[in-house]
């Protein structure tokens, strides 16, 4: 009979979990306080929608390019670990042998046992079993600067579509409520969601995240309404 691994773990999901919730939050934050802000100032309708767009594509940009940045800087700090272990591999082969010997001792094997698994493994894909086991470089967890720029490019967008939604539906005397409102909901949404898929506390999460929502809008609006000019 073959046994199949059924249990899963919420801790797979973390990682796009957590760069989707941040992508879709900024992009309503940061569009949403805009929005608000130059709305507060008196502006016209057509100002408003025109600033909310050019925020979802500056913002989208931006995120897609320090994401990339970001991730291709793992990237390439990943290949130069590869090379450095591929050349020691090369050249001393007994030596990178009994490292990883001794990193299975380490996690409580038997010494006997931790040279028989290392050996095995070396024999199978030594950079493979140096690189998962080492440095903890693996093919599920490696960087992709490519695809991480795009999810970060549409998660953003997507959220920041919410409040522009809200704009071109809302009529103009109740814009400031109806885009607070809205944009509140759905940050509480997403931060719910994503803490309920993480297993954390829902309320907490919705919470935590309408707080420093509301102080950013708020903010925003302050400033627009500040120094903004009575049309």
Do not use: C
């Not at 999901?13 to 900024?26: M, Q, S």
């Not at 940009?61 to 590869?82: I, K, N, R, W």
Request: charged share 15%.
């Amino acid at each position: 009979m073959i046994y199949r691994h059924l249990e899963k773990h919420r801790l797979e999901h973390v990682g796009w979990l957590r760069a989707a919730v941040l992508g879709a939050n900024d992009g309503i934050v940061s569009t949403s306080s805009l929005i608000l802000g130059v709305a507060a100032s008196q502006a016209t309708h057509q100002a408003i929608l025109v600033a909310g767009i050019a925020s979802l594509v500056a913002g989208a940009m931006s995120m897609a390019t320090g994401e990339y940045v970001s991730v291709q800087s793992q990237a390439d700090t990943e290949q130069a670990a590869l090379a450095t272990e591929l050349a020691e591999l090369q050249s001393n082969p007994e030596s990178e042998l009994l490292e990883l010997e001794g990193i299975y001792v380490g996690r409580g094997l038997d010494r006997p046992l931790a040279r028989q698994v290392a050996a095995q493994l070396m024999e199978k894909g030594a950079l493979r079993a140096h690189a998962r086991d080492e440095l903890g470089i693996t093919e599920t967890l490696s960087a992709r600067p490519l695809q991480a720029a795009f999810a970060s490019a549409m998660s953003f967008t997507a959220g920041a579509l919410l409040p522009l939604l809200v704009v071109v539906l809302a009529p103009h005397a109740q814009l400031i409520p109806y885009v607070a409102a809205a944009s509140l909901f759905f940050l509480a949404l997403l931060g719910g969601l994503a803490a309920k898929a993480g297993g954390a506390n829902v309320v907490r999460g919705a919470m935590r995240v309408t707080f420093w929502s509301v102080l950013a809008m708020g903010t925003t609006a302050a400033i627009g309404a500040l120094f903004g000019t009575v049309v």
